[in-house]
């Protein structure tokens, strides 16, 4: 890989200017992390970046498959491309990420993307500089199809988006093949990095003052199970909340099937843990979970939560939601209602179910028509508001930590940021407090948010 990247950045040597690199992410925080990888090559191989792709010699599109329309983006925003690319012939087109993990994709760029130079997958981080390199010198296409692989790229240098706000994956893949999902096909079976390598990028992130640490995993709760059975997540948790400095600890997804005491306990007692935990339970009714293959039911959930309210009464949760998995009856999603209900979660993020080829779902013929799946999101979406305007009135007069991350909405002078439990909260302060934790007295609440003044 290293002669690669010398080889392209001795050819960009010779440009006038330095070239520009473009590389636009769509789906989860870890195709994000990917992004940032391959930001990290590009800079390696003297690359600058530009966010406009027009001006750009070379553009990445690092797509998502988990959902239809993400997939529609991604090929009308490819479609724009064109028109850029017949300006400067030299635009290097780049598609990478999930989608491209998919034969029938591939075959889509194939036909009617003609100008899209190289298409590679979610595991080819060690091959991209050669694949620039080749194109570079006269290769037509290059189309990658090796699968998502077993490998874990370590020691990738990455060009982060944040100076305070750091993701680290742990994992990467995903065994769990629940029946709607299309993650395990492009990314591959659960591979854990090893406790060493995610403790030690930790430390470096702390020297650098990243103040939130992000631990990413398709399901955090599996990790270890590959490794030589010594270490589990709780553990790890402990081992990153023992790393010197003032920082906190986030962490995304858990799946419920493998969540239990030991996680709460850990997350209880990591002082650098929120008590907070995103927990998806994609339905409430036990028969549309198991068409989903879940693998819990809706009491094995409800005891994990009143675990962790037995312990912390104010523990905090937020879910993912799946409606209208084929044949999902007006029955079956009022148990999905009263989960939402009983659970009280502080926020859902809510998504209608889009049929994946390949996945086991796809198969099944769905009775129910897609505007009754709207209406039952706007059911929930309703419900829930009320849920978490009604929460979130508890926390008036209370003083949270949080950190501050952005201007608000108000413009200058104004913050928003998120507290331990993940909430947002928003309040009057100056611009260079951004990235540092803050303590705010909660001064009420609002849709999905909560409003502050700075504790000085
Ligand atoms: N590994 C994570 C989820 C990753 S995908 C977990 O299990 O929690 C993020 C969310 O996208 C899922 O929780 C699910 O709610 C949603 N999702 C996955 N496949 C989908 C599909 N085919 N249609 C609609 N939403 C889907
Ligand atoms: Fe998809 Fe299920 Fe794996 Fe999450 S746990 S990535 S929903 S298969
Ligand atoms: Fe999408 Fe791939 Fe993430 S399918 S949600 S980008 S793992």
Same mark, same amino acid.
């Given at each position: ?52 792709p027009?001006?750009a ?24 491309l ?47 500089p050669?694949?620039?390199?080749e194109i ?9 199809n ?23 994956p ?35 992130l ?22 030589d059975?010594s270490?589990? %997540?709780?553990?790890? @948790? +402990?081992?990153?909340?023992? #790393?010197?400095?003032?920082? =906190?600890?986030? !962490?995304?997804? *858990? ?46 959930y ?30 079956? %999603?009022?148990?999905? @209602? +009263?989960?939402?209900?009983? #659970?009280?979660?502080?926020? =859902?993020?809510? !998504?209608?179910? *889009?049929?994946?080829e ?27 508001r ?8 508890k ?46 007295k ?10 502050g003044?700075?504790?000085?």
């Amino acid at each position: 890989m290293n002669s690669y990247i010398e080889k392209v950045k001795a050819m960009n040597k010779n440009c006038e200017a330095p070239p520009l690199a473009h590389v636009h992410n769509y789906g989860c925080q870890l195709n994000v992390t990917d992004g940032e990888k391959l930001k990290g090559l590009l800079l390696r191989m003297g690359y600058g970046f530009t966010e406009i792709p027009e001006e750009a010699d070379i553009v990445i599109f690092n797509t998502c498959a988990v959902r239809e329309n993400a997939e529609e983006r991604v090929f009308g925003n490819l479609g724009f491309l064109k028109q850029y690319k017949e300006k400067n012939k030299e635009m290097i087109i780049c598609v990478s990420g999930c989608m491209t993990e998919q034969s029938s994709v591939v075959e889509k760029i194939k036909a009617s993307y003609k100008y899209v130079d190289i298409v590679f997958g979610t595991n080819a981080f060690e091959k991209f500089p050669q694949f620039v390199y080749e194109i570079k010198n006269g290769r037509k296409h290059l189309y990658d199809n090796s699968g998502p692989g077993s490998t874990i790229p370590e020691g990738i240098d990455q060009v982060r988006s944040s100076s305070f706000k750091a993701s680290v994956p742990i994992m990467y893949g995903c065994n769990n093949f629940c029946t709607y999902c299309i993650v395990p096909y492009v990314r591959g079976r659960e591979r854990s990095r090893a406790p060493e390598d995610v403790v030690a990028e930790v430390k470096e992130l702390v020297s650098q003052g990243y103040k939130e640490i992000m631990l990413l995993g398709q399901n955090v709760n599996s990790y270890g199970n590959d490794l030589d059975g010594s270490i589990d %997540f709780p553990e790890l @948790l +402990r081992m990153i909340n023992a #790393v010197d400095g003032e920082f =906190i600890i986030r !962490f995304m997804s *858990s799946h419920p099937k493998d969540a239990g005491k030991k996680l709460i306990d850990a997350i209880i007692d990591c002082e650098k843990v929120g008590n907070f935990l995103h927990l998806p339970v994609q339905s409430g009714n036990d028969a549309v979970l198991e068409r989903m293959n879940r693998r819990y039911t809706s009491e094995q959930y409800l005891g994990i939560i009143n675990y962790a309210r037995s312990k912390d009464k104010d523990f905090t949760f937020s879910s993912d939601i799946l409606i209208g998995f084929p044949n999902e009856t007006e029955e079956e %999603f009022a148990d999905t @209602l +009263r989960i939402v209900e009983k #659970v009280r979660y502080s926020n =859902i993020y809510s !998504f209608i179910y *889009s049929k994946r080829e390949g996945t086991r779902a796809a198969r099944i013929e769905d009775a129910v028509s897609y505007e009754e799946k709207q209406k039952r999101m706007q059911r929930l979406l309703e419900l829930q508001r009320n849920i978490t305007t009604e929460d979130y009135k508890k926390y008036t007069g209370r003083t949270l930590t949080v950190l501050a991350e952005a201007v608000g909405k108000g413009g200058e002078g104004t913050l928003t940021g998120k507290s331990s439990e993940f909430i947002i909260v928003n309040f009057a302060g100056d611009s260079s407090l951004i990235g540092q934790f803050v303590k705010v007295k909660i001064t009420g609440a609002r849709n999905w948010a909560v409003d502050g003044e700075l504790v000085r």
